[in-house]
């Protein structure tokens, strides 16, 4: 049984609706039942999506409305032409929708189908385009209306608990997965799966942060949540860099282990702690200092091995530590600004990646799918078509960012069909038997309720808002009982029919899944690979470093999903931030180390070059390791003690994430001052 909020939201839900249809009746608007099904659409159990939901929603209705009003009078004695300017409206709209992953994305979708919907049911009629776009305007915006202030007044719920439990599950997860590496406890089931469900948490919420503003979350609090996401982006490199670090002492150097267990100790100790004190922190960072070989001794390649892997375990004490901290302050709503611990030239403003080619393919199959189902519907004669033609474009805009949208049509589809069966009962068997509207009320009353607090769950949301949206313009109710059976027929089966073609349609048109976006973006990593090999200024790499984690956060899913090993993945992402780490400090050296500096980031991109070419992962070239060790000898006495430590770092860390299992060599922690023309602003 659902618990007592979500009934609470449920009778709300409908307590709103009912207020709606009641105003919109009472003002003898023509289709009064949009503004039931608006309510609906737009409420949410939480404050902050229902009123993000009703901005965006109203901004997309009234740009979808005029859009309507110039085309439909314009093009109307053309009717193919038509149909190719609204197919190119709603593909346009979209392909600029998939750009945006918050939830003003809706904004641009919905103006995009709205055209369709407000346009293609008129075109009998074109001087009535007006009349039905001010209608549907006047009554979507009732309902917006209507939920803002009845999801306000009763029952309010933030959104920022909410929030607050999904970081915490991430803590739970991140916790555990660091604890099997410093225990060196790996077990490659469980740490999968406490990767995949990182991942999930960390991608949930970038929406939640988006709608956060709109509840009045202080502007501090909110940049506080990006901060915290940006960091959260570096766990799992950072992590799997000190995993491959402690190998190495373990493999190469198992003398220096006993010397280095105390600090794995120590920070298994600290990790259990939930809490920020910088005290303990400070603690534990001069514990490792106090280890830390002297500039003279990294000469000597076992030292360099225990100075690397000090190095990562203070990456990571960092990292946790402003995670941590963060989260005490979004707990908090501190308003002081807060300052980070782990602070590195590679970090910037997190910059979303978008495969362009798939969302321009997304769109594009839309806008045919559109004019396809409008040329059989022109050449059929079909009076109330039409209706085909919408539900097709609302299905294809509505899952165009999925990989494969097959099954959720498909999902619209039968809840439709089955929205069209409780339709047909409320209509001809129990409204003939109403007279007034608290009859009305007390007759959906039951059924919306029940089907409105099923809402709540994910795993029922689409469904039953599909079936209380689709049942409420279905009976079209009106100021007066006016029902025809082969009239009601006629329209209703067209929607149902229209979601079959889209649903056909997408099979045809996009056969591919999760294989084909992962395949992608693996190739996306190697180009960027490459890109950093090439001549462009240090901001435009590091652009590019960033986007790579971006991108992981989306691979690194679609890894899982189709069972292949997201590892490699994170390897790839360490290739380019350790060749990052080699551009920014390069230049501070001066001859022959420069120049083998430069050899080994131009190997490395013919590397990726000829994977790219060859369409797989090839093995390394013994040549690049031949180089990298040429370069790391030549760095013997090169520059001063912090750029020699930062670049045989880079260097070993590249090495080991090329080479995995491989001797490599480390360097100590890397800490302000950033190289010289960096700008280090957090995130």
Known sequence: MPPARDWFYGVRTFAASMIAL?????????????????????SSPFLGPTSSKALYRAIGTFVGAAAAVLFVPMFVQSPYVLVVVIALWTGTLLFLSLHLRTANNYALMLAGYTLPLIALPVVNNPLGVWDVAEARTEEIFLGIAVAAVVGAMFWPRRLAPVFNDAVGKWFSDASVYSQRFLERNVQPDEVSALRSSMVGTFNSLELMIGQLPHEGSRPQTVRNTKELRGRMIHLLPVIDALDDALYALERRTPE?????????????????????????????????????????????RKQLLFSNAIYRLGEWIDLWQDCR??????????????????????????????????????????????????VLWILLGWTDGGSAVILAAVACSFFASMDDPAPQIYRFFFWTAMSVLLASLYLFLVLPNLHDFPMLVLAFAVPFICIGTLTVKPQFYLGMLLTLVNTSSFISIQGAYDADFLSFANSNL????????????????????????????????????????EPATLSEHRLLGIQMLDRLMQHLPRLAMTGQDSGVALREVRVALNLLDLLAYTPRVTGLPQVLLRQVVAEVGEYFKACLKAGERLPAPSPLLMTLDRTRRSLSGAGDDETRRHLLHALSGLRLALLPGVEFLGSPELEEPFPQGIDGAPL
């Open 22 to 42: 009641y105003i919109a009746l009472l003002m003898q608007m023509p289709r009064p039942y949009w503004a039931m099904a608006t309510v609906y659409i737009v």
């Open 494 to 533: 067209a929607g149902p029919m229209g979601l079959l073609f889209a649903f056909i349609w997408t099979l045809i048109a996009r056969p591919f899944g999760a294989e084909l976006a992962a395949k992608r973006l693996t190739r996306f990593s190697w180009r960027d690979i490459v890109g950093l090999s």
């Open 256 to 300: 220096l282990v006993d010397k280095f267990a105390p600090l794995l100790t120590a920070a298994t100790e600290w990790l259990s702690h939930k809490d920020a004190y910088l005290e303990r922190w400070q603690a534990l960072k001069a514990q490792l200092e106090a280890l830390q070989p002297s500039p003279e001794a990294l000469d000597d």
């Open 325 to 374: 901290s963060l989260q005490h302050a979004i707990q908090c709503e501190s308003q002081d600004n807060w300052r980070a611990v782990y602070r590195h030239w590679r970090l910037g403003r997190l910059t979303p990646f978008l495969d362009r080619g798939l969302m321009f393919y997304s769109a594009a199959s839309t806008v045919t799918a559109i004019i396809v189902a409008s």
